[in-house]
């Protein structure tokens, strides 16, 4: 029995699940911080993220340290290659929430907060269920509800569609506030690529349990 | 003459009468796709039963590992491959083993069986004679006297067990002078220079440095392009970096056999995944 290897495991399983509980939140806070436009969250948000792309950071060292020192085979090896590539789309993620906050900056900055687009807090709770939802299989193992979390991508894709074509609308009857739509045509870009992210860990933990690569 | 030297002198002849035995052998060759075919095997010592009904096929022109815990049953299987066996007293064997498509327990003589099927062991077993006596000391066994022809011959075993360049102009040197790695590709040229079909490497760099054991893994993979390999090894980076099917077994058993990239990211047999990831074992 390698004791140490097994360990060595336990504690990055440990620590993957302290960031999805931090990914978690900041999504929940990122909403927050956009349905209000309350700059003082978005701040905390926006500062925030390096301290999680610090954890993102180093639970990608312990992963790859014990890809080298243990040489893992079989499960162990598609579990750390999976969470090699699922750290990535979680530190992507999180680096979308700032991004999202930076836009809020602007939205307060730039002339007073225009309507936002109606389908937004849909879309945006939409891709939040499948971050929490895929971040809780990849910790408890499994691949039960994985296509209901896929199928939810392109019910974000939609949603995606519908905003801009709701925004340009926007932007032709209100010049004046073309500078805050433009921010709203980011924000739901961030929010389509969280969703995108969310999909692709659905891939990585398919392949931990599969060994099958779409 | 040493007691080893009189018993296989004595064996020459035969084996020269057997030598339509490998010509038949070497045209099956031509055929067979499976180099060996075990069907059912049991092996006893005496009431112990070391193999329980073993099933598996070896390809020709593959490196096939064969890995397990100590005591699991490999090294016999591996011995079972040329009739290692036969000289262990109460060792009883019943099922079929098929070398290239003929019973060897019933239609390849033993003796003829190991020129065809080489093996190399753990710890290196040069001669006490030297490099060039070594290697030329099976074809002399198969009769071979002419010292062109032996010189031929120890020449390209060497080239093959990429030892030709280190050791050329020590021919004459004693092969107890030479390092553990050198030592042991001087047994694998040895072994070469019997003409065999089937090289079994017997754990072949357990007592090798890591930079000998890179030249021996090396040399592997260039050997399958003319012969068949089996290895018993015990290092798991070995098994995954050299070899292209893997056979675990355990208690005597082969739990599982499949080919190397399969067993090793996704094994199908829970005992397997638990072996190979040093849970148990």
């Known amino acids: 029995m390698r004791d140490a290897y097994v360990e060595s495991l336990n504690e990055l399983s440990q620590d993957m699940m302290q960031l999805a509980q931090i990914v978690e939140t900041t999504i929940a806070n990122t909403w927050t911080a956009l349905e209000s436009l309350d700059n003082k969250l978005a701040s905390e948000i926006y500062h925030g993220n390096e301290d999680i792309n610090t954890r993102v950071r180093e639970c990608m060292k312990k992963d790859l340290t014990i890809s080298l020192m243990q040489t893992p085979v079989a499960t162990d090896w598609r579990h750390l290659m999976a969470t090699q590539k699922i750290l990535y789309d979680i530190e992507r993620i999180t680096d979308n929430c700032a991004d999202i906050c930076h836009y809020i900056f602007h939205l307060n900055k730039e002339g007073g907060p225009v309507t936002p687009p109606t389908g937004l807090q849909e879309m945006y709770q939409v891709m939040a269920s499948m971050v929490v939802d895929v971040l809780r299989l990849y910790n408890e193992g499994g691949i039960d509800d994985i296509d209901l979390i896929r199928d939810k991508d392109d019910i974000v894709d939609m949603a995606f569609t519908k905003s801009m074509e709701e925004i340009s609308e926007k932007m032709v009857k209100e010049p004046n506030h073309v500078r805050q739509y433009i921010s709203y045509v980011l924000i739901v870009k961030y929010i389509e690529r969280m969703a995108d992210h969310a999909s692709n860990i659905t891939d990585w933990i398919l392949y931990r349990s599969n060994n099958m690569l779409k | ?281």
């Open chain 2, 1 to 281: 003459m040493t007691e080893l030297t009189t018993t296989l002198t004595g064996y020459a002849a035969q084996a020269r009468d057997d030598a339509h035995v490998r010509d038949e052998a070497a045209a099956a060759d031509i055929t067979q796709e499976n180099t060996f075919d075990v069907k059912g095997l049991n092996l006893f010592y005496d009431k112990t039963q070391a193999l329980k009904n073993i099933n598996m096929t070896i390809k020709k022109h593959e490196i096939t590992a064969l890995i397990g815990p100590s005591g699991c049953g490999k090294s016999t299987f591996i011995k079972t491959l040329n009739r290692m066996n036969d000289w262990i007293e109460n060792c009883r064997v019943t099922g079929e083993i098929l070398f290239e498509g003929r019973n060897i327990y019933k239609e390849v003589d033993s003796l003829a069986l190991r020129y065809r099927v080489g093996m190399v062991f753990q710890q290196p077993t040069p001669f006490p004679k030297s490099v060039f006596e070594n290697i030329a000391y099976g074809p002399r066994i198969q009769g071979i006297s002419n010292k062109k022809k032996l010189a031929e011959i120890v020449e390209e075993s060497m080239h093959q067990a990429a030892v030709w360049d280190e050791l050329k102009d020590r021919l004459h040197e004693s092969a107890l002078g030479l390092s553990g790695g050198q030592q042991q590709r001087l047994c694998i040229a040895r072994t070469l220079a019997a003409r065999p079909s089937v090289i079994l490497m017997d754990e072949p760099t357990s007592a090798l440095d890591p930079i000998s054991t890179q030249k021996i893994e090396d040399l592997a993979l260039q050997l399958k392009e003319k012969y068949t390999i089996v290895i018993v090894t015990h290092s798991m980076q070995q098994a995954r970096r050299i070899s292209d099917r893997t056979a675990f077994f355990l208690l005597g058993e082969l739990l599982e056999f499949n080919n190397t990239v399969d067993m090793f990211t996704k094994p199908a047999n829970p005992k397997t995944e638990a072996y190979i990831t040093g849970r148990f074992g």
